[in-house]
Structure formats: C-alpha cells, structure tokens
C-alpha cells in the first residue's frame, strides 16, 4: 500500500492528537458516572503512542534508533526535573522532607528493583510510561529484526494471556510497565506495518471497525460490572483504531501538528498542568466541574506549544550565532 511506505499519513498525526487528550481524561474526570466511564475508555490512549512507536520503528535502522533513545532519556530527564520541583514546592520547599524522601523513595533497594523490572517510580505515575519506551527502543537496537519478532511474539502473546485470564479471574496485574503494555503494543504497532505492506488485499477498516466497537462493549460491560474485562476491551480497541488510521489518510488540518509535534509533550506535561490547576481552583462549582477537563486540556497544548517556541527560538539563534562565526 503506497500510502504506508512513501507518504505521511495524516490520520496517525491526527490519532494522536485526539489520544493525548483521552489521556488527559484518564486523570482529569469529569465529574460523575459519566466521567468515569470516559477514563476507563480512556485507558486505550497510551497503548497507541506504543503502537506508533512500533509501527515507525519496525524498518529503522541504527542510528535513528540511537537518536530516539537519546531524545527518550531526555525526556525523562525532564521529566523528572519538573516532578522534583513540584515535590519540593507542595512540601513548603522542606529540604529536610525533600532528602528523606530521596533517601526513603528513590534510592532504596525496594524502589530501584521495583524501577528496573517494572517502572514503578515514587517521582510521577507518567515517568513508567517514558522507560517503558525507552526499553522499547533498546529491544529494537540491541536485538536483530529476526530475534525481536521472535522475542515479540513470544512477549506480546503471553502479556495477552496474562491480561485476559487477570481479568476473567478479576486479579490485580500491574499493566503500567514494558512487559504488560510497552512492548507488547509496541510489537503489535510492527505488526501492523509489515501486514499492510505484505498484503494486497488486507482486512478491511469496516472490520476492523467492528473489533473496535466489540472492545468498547467490553469495557462499557466492565464498567457496569465493576471487574476487569475492560483490559480485554482495551487490547481490541487500541490496536483496531489504530488499523483504521494506518489505512487511512485524511487532509492535512490542525490536528496533524498537534499529533506530529506537541502530542508527546502534552502526554509529559499534562499531571503538572492538572497539578497547578488544581493548586488554584480547589474546590470548582458545578459548572467548572464540568469545564475542568477542557481548561486542562487547552492549558496543557499551551504549555507544549510555548515550550517548543522557545525550543525552536533558542535553536533558531543559535544556528545564527554559528553562521555568523
């Protein structure tokens, strides 16, 4: 399919655009059932910025890969400094409180193991999210395309198998790491690439539109039983959403820079945006209650769009500099 190889496809862009802001919605709810019915759909979100990631990645050779990594470890560098200074300014800027809570949080043998094996931080709930990538990008670099489809499979069927039978049986499975949802999608996201490549005549988007329609039945079913089939709905409706857009290709409009360029950032951003909102506007009437979710979204797109202005300016000058020189 030409588009999948020789065009930019501007549904992906878009896709993400729209996820970055049901992630938003899976940690600023609207108020009610409603709200959160939202945020357990919303739980489909992150598994798609995996699946992209997969989907680009499966033909990259090493040197983009090496330059995903770095850009990936300066993410969580940042992100870690902007969690570190919110710790420090709730705590009355305590010193005192903010090294015992190294001490205790960060370097203890517990946290590292705990870290390393299944990226649970004490720092910020997004950080697992931005390792798990990273171990992504490291599986792609370190493992030949052969031996990571092998190791995929492998991975990607067993993390299913765990995430089903978890939630048939209703038992608590940490699903927030690289080997329950990291990887497994962001196999999945090769997967999918290499299908529409290969095939001519791939399964149609009604199809797959008809998977994605049985995984919100599944999680609205989930919803009102309150148990956990909503994790089986979120392994057919992530993928199948994102089949549909790989096989699209929509006009340009303002979502595609959203998704292309800011999506990620928002993703980072937006606990400190819900944070600081929160700081100021404790206790929101009925109405805000509702508009609280919309006002975090758009701040947080604001904060990504400023950051990458003055990104793009600091570059901008210095590449004047040079020239100049």
Partial sequence: MDHVTKTRNYTIDALKAVTAW????????????????????????????????????????????????KKMCRYILFAYTINLVRIF????????YFCTFFQENIFSVRHILFFFLFNETYISGIVWFLFAMLYCYLFRLLLKREWLIKLSYVLTALSCLIVVFAAI????????????????FFAIGGYIRLYLERE?????????????????LIITISFF??????????????????YIAAQSNIKKN?????????????????????????????????LESWMRPIYIIILTILVALL???????????????FATE
């Fill in 22 to 69: 049901f992630v938003i919605l899976n940690h600023a709810y609207f108020p009610g059932v409603f709200g959160q019915y939202v945020a357990m759909i919303s739980h489909f979100a992150s598994p798609i910025f995996f699946i992209t990631a997969g989907y680009f990645a499966v033909h990259t050779k090493a040197p983009k890969t090496k330059k995903s990594i």
């Fill in 89 to 96: 300014i709730v705590n009355d800027c305590n010193f005192k």
């Fill in 169 to 184: 049986f209703d038992f608590h499975v940490p699903i927030n790491n690289v080997w329950m949802r990291g990887f497994p």
């Fill in 200 to 216: 001519k005549h791939p399964i149609s988007r009604l199809s797959a539109l008809l998977v994605a329609l049985v995984g919100i």
């Fill in 225 to 242: 039983m309150e148990n956990q089939l909503w994790h089986i709905g979120t392994l057919l409706l992530s993928p199948s959403i994102y």
């Fill in 254 to 286: 303002i979502l595609c820079p959203l998704g292309f360029k800011y999506s990620f950032m928002v993703y980072i951003i937006h606990p400190i945006i819900i944070h600081v909102y929160d700081s100021f506007r404790p206790m929101p009437g009925l």
């Fill in 307 to 321: 950051y990458y202005l003055i990104k793009d300016t600091i570059i901008h000058v210095k590449k004047r500099l």
